[in-house]
């Protein structure tokens, strides 16, 4: 199993970005994914989740900190899940994984 997140880096205080995790070994379609993050110095925290249901069905829930900000989204056919990060402020700054029991390397966001 593996799961490739992307897309962090450094921006200002009121931007955005887009993190995409790519999976492979495991039947994508099938798993709930989220996003979780650790900040520095700090535990990690839960971010979003998005369920495996048909998209008609599917649910996305948001930790409050990200609530109305944070969107998150997954293209079954492209085995990704996306997480869009707009009007990013520094305690956004962390570490960013995508899991679903398995975890990636992690992308840095770091806003400042």
């Known amino acids: 199993v593996q799961l490739v997140e992307s897309g962090g880096g450094l921006v200002q205080p009121g931007e955005s970005l887009r993190l995409s995790c790519v999976a492979s070994?495991?039947?994508?379609?099938?798993?709930?994914m989220s996003w979780v993050r650790k900040p520095p110095g700090k535990e990690v925290e839960w971010v979003a989740g998005?369920?495996?249901?048909?998209?008609?069905?599917?649910?996305?829930s948001y930790a409050d900190s990200v609530k109305g900000r944070f969107t998150i989204s997954r293209d079954n056919a492209k085995n990704t899940v996306y997480l869009q990060m707009n009007s990013l402020k520094p305690e956004d700054t962390a570490l960013y994984y995508c899991?679903?029991?398995?975890w990636g390397q992690g992308t840095q966001v770091t806003v400042s």
């Open positions: 899991t679903t029991g398995y």
């Open positions: 070994g495991i039947t994508f379609s099938r798993h709930d």
């Open positions: 998005i369920t495996s249901l048909p998209s008609l069905f599917r649910t996305a």
